[in-house]
């Protein structure tokens, strides 16, 4: 209404809702207020109560009072009061509070009514009119008799209607127009004004539609407001975010509600103007103006509210905005800082000194890195951003700046820091560079002093050109050594650490220690080389006359021997030359030692750097949200495959073994004892290289990922990743070539035992290796493979199989073409398994074919006359695999590993049998044909011939042939006669049967072990006694007599049976009888 909108401007003393709102703001707030108090739905209902009951409110009087006119309505008497108050509260809040302060005019038309229904209607009004009232006027009823009444009545019961304005009793029209204007009037009261209720109506109805639209729009905002202006801000970026984004969304949807109300306020608009609009020269009535200036001031507060609204909402966005900003801020603050922090502690972490020229450069090249990285900038770079943010009055501007300053002044103290401690690391790399100068030409001194051979000093002029050759030397001191102690003292005290210090001082007495030994060579050349008169003395030319030391090493002997000419020297000087060249010897071994050693600490620290800086420069950067965006899918929570146990590795040799190496400095001859103390966590090495494939197939993958390539380039790396993931594999080896080296060195010296030692194990942990990266390529077997005991050999081989069925044997249908097996000799049994092949897992795979437990394997030496093969077979030889070796080096090693095992086997046989009894009985055996008239005679000229049989040419014609066992078969390995034996391809040894043929019988020891070297066609066979290696023949049935009598058999071959390879055994009268198969024929031990 009217009057409720006027008061629109008039903001309430004392509102403060809310901080941020502004003046305009609360203004809203208030109408808002106002407008809930008073306007309500009554109006739409109370609208259509007037329609019905054409109630009207007309124009103005004179001095502008509202006219409201009650028209003739016989039912008034039976409208409820409620219904009637509202439509008199409407009616009266219409017009404006300029009029409606000086007070309404009445006219209630009752001409055709009676006098009850005057007295009705003016007692209702008294009682229910809510504002002030003017005058009342009332048309009487138009005939005599109510006329009169009226009169008479009204006079009489005045002071009833209690109003304190004058009731005017009217007669008529014209009365009417005495105090009201014509034009003011409708047609019916004799009025001019053309009125069309409808239309008034339509118009009411528009505009309170659109003020309550208006104040559920304003509501909606107030809602709106009080929600954001009581809204916490997040703590985080992305809260925030959301948060803006939501207010966003809502604001939008504030906007669209008051551009409806605003196009439909317009349309209302144009709806009141629409008589103008048809007829310029009309002229609206006050209540088309007291419509138009309703509606006109409301899409003013809208205005006003839309204005309003986006100021708050550009203070409210502005505040999101900058705390969008803030909390970005802060976390890039927290990954500077704790970028910075991680920088501090590795500049604090880098010695300032150093322990080598090479060392100390790393370091600075590392400082060099961390100087050139990218987070000083971007920490000078944020502390700039944060400086614009105050800048551009932020409201966290308390919070902001101690965040810059504290970036800075770390940036500060992190660029002091480096550069203090580039300072103090030149100085050291100057000092080292002194150190390693002066330490170098004593080296060289050395190797100078150890490479002048002796023999050059057995003449003047030798002795003179080595005595220059020292001084030579020696006039370069002054520019190599480190003269004075208390000048480096001083120079230098910045930097002086007890190790450094304990360095120059071992420098300095090296140095001592060189001239010392230059001082000694130089005078005992000085001496050489003195010319000296030589006595004329007459000397026989006897050979015997040459002095010989016999004990002396060759190098003395062979110099003191040219000196024996120099008889002018005195005798004082071979004590000192020979003194000298021992000490001289010592010291050269000492210094290689040295050097070995000082290669080996030199290489283990850079080993560490490199570990260490490819865990710090690749495996942690994979755990850095910066990096993250560079690091491919493939690679993600996959750090244990690409590295291994690389850490595990770093740690042990950082904290554990580098610093026990050092301790050996002085003593390189002694850190074999540290290896072999160190020799279980060596064994780390064996998880890193069975992981290598693995860890070489995600590199293929991965090998040009940006996330590399960046890496790469922070650490200035001119090799790739793939180069430093082999250092671990490469360290392993280089273990043993460094404790050769200093085997070699220290024969003969304390801890040369040790060396040796630590120097095989090391070389069993690189078998371990080896063989368990083999292992794990082995597919399809279904056992667990530990339980064949320990690998002892693998490799490739051809292989061709032949099988036993009766008497005839059946070889594969492609018996022409070799198998490509890999085979795996264990403890226990030995694996046949396909040629191993490649595949995308990173590593080779051997599918498992066929399995030989060793207990029932026997081998023979040679097949088919080729010096790479080589038998397998079991079970009598039903099934017999030939293998083809690379080289016969391969085929003798692996016949010497096969051999080890079933010798074990036989010894674990033996330990089983309760009690062995030594058998001490062989008698001599004749034949029966035997030329031979007795046996003592016989085994005398039998013991002779087979001296000379011995010793005669193997290649002679009279050796004769033999049959039977023509290719040595063996299951058990002899090692004390291994290198006798002889091949079946070799040429025999020549019968031992001299000319009149007559045979050499030979005598046995109990308890001896006889090798069977052929059958003879007589019944004899011709053996070998290891024990003596003397040959001779034997009757084969006394022989075979007493071994198949024997009851309990043992098997020493691992096959049970008899032919071919004579594997017997048997027990007699609780003497057990062992047959060993050795190397190159068979071989029969009596047993005990």
């Not at 100390?360 to 590392?366: F, G, P, Q, S, Y």
Request: glycine content about 6%; overall charge negative.
């Amino acid at each position: 209404s009217s009057n409720t909108w006027n008061s629109w401007g008039s903001p309430r003393r004392g509102w403060n809702r809310c901080s941020v709102c502004s003046f305009h703001w609360g203004m809203l707030a208030i109408s808002i207020r106002r407008v809930m108090d008073i306007m309500n739905m009554m109006y739409m209902n109370v609208l259509k109560h007037m329609k019905l009951k054409d109630s009207k409110a007309w124009g103005r009087a004179e001095n502008g009072s509202p006219i409201i006119v009650f028209p003739e309505f016989p039912a008034f008497g039976e409208l409820q009061e409620e219904e009637f108050h509202n439509v008199l509260t409407y009616l009266t809040s219409v017009p404006s509070v300029t009029a409606s302060g000086v007070g309404f005019i009445l006219v209630i038309d009752r001409r055709q009514d009676r006098w009850t229904a005057v007295k009705g209607t003016l007692l209702r009004i008294a009682g229910s009119f809510p504002v002030h009232l003017q005058l009342v006027l009332v048309l009487r009823p138009s005939t005599l008799f109510q006329r009169t009444l009226s009169d008479i009545f009204f006079k009489f019961n005045r002071d009833e209607f209690k109003m304190k304005v004058p009731v005017v009793m009217l007669s008529s029209v014209t009365e009417l127009h005495a105090y009201i204007d014509r034009t003011q009037l409708p047609q019916e009261l004799g009025g001019t004004q053309d009125y069309c209720h409808d239309t008034w109506i339509s118009h009411r109805t528009a505009i309170e539609a659109f003020a309550l639209m208006v104040k559920t729009t304003a509501q909606t905002l107030q809602s709106f407001g009080t929600e954001l202006a009581e809204t916490e801000l997040p703590n985080d970026a992305q809260a925030t975010s959301n948060l803006l984004a939501t207010h966003t969304e809502k604001k939008g949807q504030m906007k669209e509600d008051l551009c409806v109300a605003l196009g439909q306020g317009g349309r209302l608009l144009e709806s009141i103007n629409e008589p103008l609009q048809r007829e310029p020269d009309y002229k609206m009535n006050q209540d088309e103006l007291e419509n138009l200036a309703t509606v006109q001031r409301l899409l003013g507060q809208l205005d006003e509210t839309e204005t309003a609204f986006d100021d708050f909402w550009e203070r409210h966005q502005t505040k999101l905005e900058q705390c969008l900003q803030l909390r970005h801020f802060e976390y890039y603050f927290r990954e500077v800082r704790a970028q910075l922090d991680v920088v501090s502690e590795r500049v604090e972490a880098f010695s300032e000194v150093g322990i080598s020229p090479a060392h100390a450069e790393h370091i600075l090249r590392e400082l060099n890195s961390q100087e050139e990285k990218d987070v000083l900038d971007w920490a000078l770079s944020l502390a700039a951003e944060g400086d614009g943010l105050i800048e551009s009055a932020h409201y966290a501007e308390d919070s902001i700046l101690p965040k810059c300053s504290e970036l800075r002044a770390v940036c500060d103290e992190v660029t002091s820091f480096l550069k203090t401690k580039k300072v103090l690391l030149l100085r050291a790399m100057e000092l080292h560079h002194c150190l390693e100068k002066a330490s170098r030409w004593c080296e060289e001194g050395i190797y100078l002093l150890a490479s002048q051979p002796v023999d050059r000093c057995q003449s003047q002029d030798g002795a003179e050109a080595a005595l220059q050759e020292l001084e030579k030397y020696l006039d370069t001191a002054a520019q190599h050594q480190i003269t004075d102690l208390k000048s480096i003292w001083r120079d230098y005290d910045s930097i002086l650490n007890p190790e450094l210090r304990e360095q120059v001082e071992k420098v300095f007495q090296k140095q001592v220690s060189m001239q010392e030994m230059f001082e000694k060579r130089r005078v005992s050349l000085k001496k050489l080389a003195a010319k000296q008169t030589r006595p004329v003395q007459p000397v026989a030319p006897r050979p015997e006359a040459i002095i010989k030391f016999p004990m002396s090493p060759p190098g003395e002997y062979h110099i003191l021997r040219h000196m024996s000419h120099w008889s002018s020297l005195s005798d004082s000087t071979f004590p000192l030359l020979r003194h000298g060249s021992l000490s001289e010897e010592e010291e050269n071994l000492a210094v290689l030692r040295r050097h070995v050693m000082n290669e080996l600490l030199e290489t283990e620290r850079a080993y560490v750097e490199e570990l260490l800086c490819v865990l710090q420069g690749y495996a942690a950067e994979m755990d850095n949200p910066a990096m993250a965006h560079l690091l491919p899918s493939a690679l993600l929570n996959r750090k244990d495959v690409l590295f291994g146990n690389m850490p595990e590795i770093y740690q042990f040799h950082k904290r554990t073994f580098l610093r026990e190496l050092e301790t050996y400095t002085d003593v390189p001859e002694l850190v074999g004892r540290c290896f072999l103390e160190r020799m279980g966590d060596l064994q780390i090495y064996e998880k890193y290289c069975q992981n290598k494939p693995r860890s070489e197939s995600l590199w293929r993958q991965c090998s040009d990922c940006a996330f590399f390539q960046e890496c790469q380039r922070k650490l200035e790396h001119k090799l790739g990743l793939d180069s430093y993931l082999l250092k671990p594999v490469q360290r392993i080896t280089k273990y043993q070539l460094i404790l050769k080296e200093l085997l070699k060195y220290s024969k003969g010296c304390e801890g040369s035992e040790d060396l040796q030692e630590a120097l095989s194990s090391i070389l069993g942990i690189l078998k371990a290796v080896n063989d368990s990266m083999h292992l794990i390529a082995i597919t399809g077997y279904e056992g667990s493979l530990t339980e064949l005991g320990r690998l002892l050999m693998q490799g490739s081989f051809n292989v061709w199989t032949e099988h036993k069925k009766g008497h005839a044997k059946v070889k594969d249908l492609a018996r022409f073409k070799p198998m490509q097996r890999h085979l795996f000799l264990h403890e226990k049994a030995l694996l046949f398994c396909k040629r191993r092949e490649e595949n995308g897992e990173g590593y080779e795979k051997a599918p498992f074919k066929h399995f030989l437990n060793m207990s029932v394997v026997g081998i023979t030496e040679s097949a088919k006359g080729d010096n790479k093969k080589f038998e397998i077979w079991c079970n009598s030889r039903e099934e017999v695999f030939i293998v083809q070796a690379a080289t016969p080096e391969i085929k003798t090693s692996w016949l010497n590993e096969i051999r080890k095992v079933l010798t074990g086997q036989l010894k674990a046989c033996r330990e089983k049998e309760s009690t062995w009894l030594v058998l001490l009985f062989f008698t001599c055996l004749f034949l029966p044909l035997s030329p031979f008239r007795n046996c003592q005679k016989s085994v005398k000229k039998g013991e002779e011939k087979k001296t000379d049989a011995v010793n005669s040419d193997p290649n002679s014609p009279s050796s004769p042939k033999y049959k039977g066992w023509n290719k040595a078969s063996f299951s058990m390995d002899v090692p004390e006669v291994q290198d006798g034996y002889s091949s079946a391809e070799d040429p025999m040894n020549s019968d031992p049967e001299d000319e009149g043929g007559r045979k050499l019988l030979l005598v046995i020891p109990y308890g001896d072990m006889v090798q069977l070297i052929k059958e003879g066609d007589d019944g004899q066979w011709f053996v070998r006694n290891l024990g003596s290696n003397k040959d001779g023949w034997v009757a084969a049935a006394n022989l075979l007599t007493l071994i198949t009598e024997f009851k309990s058999s043992q098997s020493l071959c691992s096959s049970g049976t008899l032919a071919p390879s004579v594997c017997l055994s048997a027990s007699f009268s609780s003497v057990s009888l062992s047959l060993s198969v050795c190397a190159r024929g068979n071989c029969i031990l009596l047993p005990k």
